[in-house]
Each structure stands twice: as structure tokens, then as C-alpha cells.
């Protein structure tokens, strides 16, 4: 996969990062992600992604934007309240980068949607609010072989795994039970 003029001087600066180079940018640009759980800590995730040249984000979130979600999720504006927050974060994104393909599906992760999700990635980033989202992600990550990034804030606490099927313990072997007090991005 081949690099545009615009995108080399765009990534310039990271291709030059011992290992990474033009090799790592082709790769990057040749990758689908994953993210789930679009608010305030899948947002910035897929902001860094986005700017970082990933070739394709599947934004995942079911929700309208509530304007207490503003203070944190840097995606969004005031004018969104109301609407479904996938589709700011789409259209964002894409203002920053439009070179990046975005997809937003509108729903939440479910049994009926996991396999399909998460076999059009190549890694899912799991920023979602609940315990039944992640078990399902990590289930599917799992029986798929995708690495999968878990993440989740609460208070001022926050946690970061990666679970690498076959290698890590999965998330249900981490968790067998919701652990008290993470609960996700509640918005702190």
C-alpha cells in the first residue's frame, strides 16, 4: 500500500522514529481498527489513531450525545446534544484526516453484531462503559485471534492490558468477575 505525497509529509515526522519509518506507515494505513465504546476515552482513542494514519477506524457506539458529555469527549460539540455521538465522531475524524476511512455504526456491541465487528479488524481497542460489551468483545477477540486493547476509567483510576489470544490471559481470566469500581468510561 503505497503512501501519497500528502501523507508522506503528514507522517513525516513519526516515520522517522527508529523502527518505524515508511515500512511501519504502510503498515499502519494498511490496518483496521476497532473501537468501541466512542465517548470520552474511545474518542481520544480514535483521535490518535486517526492522526496517526491508521488506514480504516469502525467507530462503535449506541447513544445519543448528552451535553454532561462534553466536558471530556473531545469529538463532539454543543450543537450535536441530542443526536447520535458515532456520527459527530465520524465527522470529525474525517475533518482531521481525511484520508482515513471511517466507518460508524450506530449500536452497541451485542451477540449479534461482535463476530462480524470484529472480524473486519485487525485489532479491536475496547473503550466501552459495561462489563457485558467487554466480555462479548474479548469473546469474539478471542475465538477471531485479534489482540484485543482493554481500557477503562473510573474516578481517577484507569487500567490498560493488551490481550494477545494465545499468548495473554484473556479478559475473563483477568476478571472473572466485574471487579468493583471499574466500570468503565463514566466520564472522569
Do not use: H
Request: charged share 25%.
Amino acid at each position: 500500500m503505497e503512501l501519497t505525497p500528502i501523507e508522506l509529509e503528514r507522517y513525516s515526522r513519526q516515520m522517522q522514529l527508529p523502527g518505524f519509518g515508511e515500512k511501519g506507515q504502510k503498515q499502519l494505513k494498511a490496518s483496521t481498527a476497532l473501537v468501541t465504546g466512542v465517548g470520552g476515552l474511545g474518542g481520544t482513542v480514535a483521535l490518535y489513531l486517526a492522526v496517526a494514519g491508521i488506514g480504516k477506524l469502525i467507530l462503535v457506539r449506541g447513544g445519543e450525545l448528552r451535553r454532561d458529555d462534553l466536558n471530556r469527549q473531545i469529538l463532539m460539540t454543543d450543537d450535536w446534544v441530542g443526536k447520535p455521538r458515532v456520527f459527530k465522531a465520524k465527522e470529525t475524524l474525517s475533518k482531521i484526516n481525511p484520508d482515513v476511512e471511517i466507518e460508524a455504526v450506530y449500536d452497541y456491541v451485542t451477540p449479534e453484531n461482535v463476530d462480524e465487528l470484529v472480524q473486519q479488524a485487525d485489532i479491536a481497542l475496547d473503550c466501552s462503559f459495561d462489563f457485558a460489551e467487554r466480555d462479548l468483545l474479548n469473546a469474539a477477540c478471542v475465538r477471531w485471534g485479534r489482540p484485543m486493547v482493554e481500557a477503562a476509567m473510573s474516578g481517577m483510576d484507569a487500567y490498560l492490558t493488551t490481550i494477545i489470544p494465545g499468548e495473554t490471559p484473556c479478559l475473563s481470566c483477568i476478571f472473572p468477575e466485574n471487579p468493583i469500581g471499574i466500570v468503565g468510561d463514566l466520564g472522569f
